[in-house]
């Protein structure tokens, strides 16, 4: 599923998510999709389900942590 790049960001900074890890990033850091916005999770693997915690969002993605 993509994400028309002209809809709002459907995420905040400083909130949390639960997420299921979809794919690894070239960079080997998790991907996780919300309503199709891509979001990369460090220290993660495909199948993990973590919630995480926003920490910077971009027009095209967004940065979080796994919350502990």
Not at 29 to 58: C, H, M, W, Y
Request: proline share 6%.
């Amino acid at each position: 599923m993509f994400r028309d790049e002209r809809a709002p960001v459907p995420i905040e900074e400083g909130e949390t998510y639960n997420v299921t890890i979809q794919d690894i990033a070239r960079q080997g850091d998790g991907i996780a999709r919300i309503e199709g916005f891509v979001v990369f999770v460090p220290n993660t693997s495909v199948g993990d389900e973590v919630q995480i915690k926003i920490e910077r969002v971009l027009p095209k993605f967004a940065f979080a942590s796994i919350v502990e």
